[in-house]
């Protein structure tokens, strides 16, 4: 049973720095692109950042390129959100997710073949 388990929520100020941890389990982690996607009251789930598996080379969308940083411990099946300098439009439910791919990576929800539960970041400003 594939299980992605994301943790490190919560509130903070405009400006602060939040770290987004997801443990992977029930995988092969190898082989598998991680990604990050938000979704924010009303509005559709949109994808923040993913890193592949191979030479952990990562991809980011417009919005937080430069802020934000993803990264990925094989070894730990762990992947992490490092979120700085918030901005009030961060505010989300931030999911972790997890797709079989060999190469690139895709900005599409509906690619990704494992999801976590979510966790709740609100920066408030």
């Known amino acids: 049973q594939v299980q992605l388990v994301e943790s490190g929520g919560g509130l903070v100020q405009a400006g602060d720095s939040l770290r987004l941890s997801c443990a992977a389990s029930?995988?092969?982690?190898?082989?598998?692109?991680m990604g990050w996607f938000r979704q924010a009251p009303g509005k559709e789930r949109t994808f923040v950042a993913a890193?592949?598996?191979?030479?952990?080379?990562?991809y980011y969308a417009d919005s937080v390129k430069g802020r934000f940083t993803i990264s990925r411990d094989n070894a730990k099946n762990a992947v992490y959100l490092q979120m700085d300098s918030l901005k009030s439009d961060d505010t989300a439910v931030y999911y972790c997710?997890?797709?079989?791919?060999?190469?690139?990576?895709?900005?599409?929800?509906?690619?990704?073949?494992?999801w976590g539960q979510g966790t709740q970041v609100t920066v408030s400003s």
């Open positions: 997710a997890a797709d079989l791919r060999f190469r690139g990576y895709s900005s599409s929800p509906g690619e990704y073949e494992y």
């Open positions: 890193v592949s598996w191979l030479n952990s080379i990562t």
């Open positions: 029930g995988l092969t982690f190898n082989g598998f692109v």
